[in-house]
């Protein structure tokens, strides 16, 4: 067996499981969810019932019910003397990965491949002899790129040299290697609820204790609740998205970066900025760089190519202090040997046409925005649907706490999404879905369409079907 889930634990993410009669279904829905979603890995062993019981405060016989419904529907197999544990997710079509053909997955905001990167790839697969003649990897990134990405640092008034500059394969890598380099066992490290996912689970991993600074669509970043999360728990990392936050869209304005930025100094924090979605502009025009534009030793940032070009090319960065991307380069081999060069090499023939890339991908995202924004009004106006000014999804607000049972009702139905809670650090977020506007039109009315229809049987408390599907949050 590989892990075990506490039943505190596993009571918190739950969250507000209870949303239909019966009780046990609705509980033994809550955990399918959780394996759906990857938070609970195959081969985890569940609570004991009685444990269970206790911290859901629910009767014995509701957990027992349960896990009987969940060994009927094969999640979990109840050994003897080791009590229930998560199976791997069963396959209708064993001979495909996920997705399977037909469904609309709306689980990743992956925008197609800016159009101009085929013919780039062809340019630089022109040069291949003279590639291949290399060693084609490297831990510290190609000097060319790594001053390439320097340059549009200094751009924006950040100014930036090669030497503070790591190539990553993706932001991903750079988030996990950062958290295997800053943060150990039991320390602190702030972060945004909701949040990206997988930043979290990498720093979860890394041992970091999370502690949540609520973000809201309407209000944006919780400053009282910031001052005090710094003051009180000294993290030692706050990971951020100040641009077109992931997934709320928000953007912080300069006030926001300024309180931050001192509440950080104060408490001796980290600050790292993810920008992997701060290209990613519709409406917002300008934005200063914040953080004292300057930079001081205490911010790191992280960018990638992965949703502004193709999520394909796993090119992405960290900038910080030389002395940093030292101890990240010497840190890096134990889980990656680097970047490939040939991507490098199209990631540093893509700088030289940004602005374009950039306008591109405004128009793009402006016109899936807008579609799924007035498809959803027409459709369900009883959730609140904001109007992000940039990024790649919605976060709306439900009339009720019920995302988690609309995200399996849909899921029956061929809509893959996430649900609220998948997004939430410490629990809650069952009034929220997250929904991208990354895909083709017809997909997002499809997709709406289908929401419209489950939202009408999940608030009646009709029981719902699972197909089951790997998660994967981008
Ligand atoms: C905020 C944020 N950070 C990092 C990543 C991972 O990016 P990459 O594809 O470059 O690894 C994503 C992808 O969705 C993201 O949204």
Redesign the pocket.
Known sequence: MDSRVSARALSSALGGWRTREPAYEALADGIRLLCLDNRLAPQTALPAERELASALRVSRSTVAAAYRSLRDSEHIASLRGSGSVTLPLRRRDPGRTHPSEGMIDLQQ?SPPAWPGLAGIMTEVAASSAALVARVGYDVLGRRELRAAIAARYAARGIPTDEDEVLVTT????A?HLLASVLVGPGDRVLVETPT?P??ADALRRAGARLVGVPVTVDAGWDLERAEQAFARTLPLVAYL?PDFQ?PTGRTMSDEERRVIQRAAGQAGSILVL?E??ADLDIDRGHVSPGFDGGDPAGVVRIG?L??TVW?GLRV?WIRGHADLIRRLVAARPAHDLGTPEFEQAVASALFAQFPEIVAQRSHLLRTGRDSVVSALRHALPQWGIPTPRGGVSLWIELDAPLSSPLVMDVRSRGLLLSAGPRFSVAGGHDRHLRIPFTSPPDELDRAVTMLAESWGRVRDGAPVTVVEQFDSV?
């Open positions: 905001a993706g932001a991903q890598s988030i990206y997988h930043a998205m992931n993810d992997t979605t990638s992965g949703k999520g992405g981008v």
